[in-house]
């Protein structure tokens, strides 16, 4: 086991903030991510898979364990029913496009989402109506204090919109170390129902023309993506830093009283959601910069480090964000990407 000391994880977190680790070592194996959990058994641990939903406020005074297990396997055929365990450190976008390439069905929406499989489970990643809870089976963990080994199933997890109970009950007790997925093998069913009811799917969709296929809405989500968000390898960033508030619909139906041109989009009988996004724009925050921290000029929901901002620069633009959206709408937007301060 190689164990780096005072290492940069500038090229680890993809808002690219130059903090040091006390330590770092990377298993790319089970039996190394076991000996390397033995090795600081008695010690508090930092768990870093791709980089991609977090926010450095300061260096990490704890030693780094970069959890890098590779391997995909289909473990299961049922019918037009697969279940396929992908192992923690696979690249969560080469996953999909795996599943395209093999005409596997219901992680299309998803594209282009950054980071890696092992963290997909603890934010509940979703895009374009789509969540990994919809696909999601069951997920394998090591607890950290006993190093015993066990499954946890989709009821187990407690999924919510961008939570589970990796981010509760759960925080800081395990490290995932595969996630096993359910798909639909477009090669055995030609009864697949797309998710194309997003608007820019939509869209994208009709200028691209042809029939609805999986690897067309891939391709799309793809489009859409890269014409939003910026390219984390030539802007930092971690995509959207903001979830979309959830409130009652009577505080809707009081807003557009004095707003009436805000979005929602129906949740149930009694909540609707409002894009973060826009309440940002009609904020005045759209592509406004300060230093080196910023928000991005054609997505208001995505926040950035042109250069050299440190996580806590761009934390305060975030806090202002969030003060101007209270006091121009009432409502509060509350962070997406985790913010570590260890």
Known sequence: MEIKHHFSLKEHNTFGIAALSKAYTAPSSLQQLKEALGYYYNQDVFLLGG???MLLLNDIEKPVIHVLLKGITITETNGDLVLIQVMAGEDWHEFVLYCMDNNLAGLENLSLIPGNVGTS?????GAYGVELKDTFYSCDVIDL???????????DCQFGYRDSIFKNEALGKYVITSVTFKLQNLNKNNDY??????????????RLQGNFTIQKISQAVIQIRKSKLPDPKKIGNSGSFFK????ERTQYENLIKTHPDIPFYKVDEGHVKIPAGWLIDQSGFKGKRFGDAGVHDKQALVLVNYGSATGKEILEVAQHVQKAVYHRYGIRIDTEVNLIDE
């Open 244 to 247: 979309n508030p959830v409130i």
């Open 121 to 125: 489970p603890i934010q509940n990643i």
């Open 51 to 53: 980089g991609s939903n």
């Open 193 to 206: 129902q797309f998710k194309t009811s997003y608007g820019a799917i939509k869209e994208e969709l009709h």
């Open 145 to 155: 204090k006993t190093l015993e080994e066990k499954t946890l199933s989709l009821a």
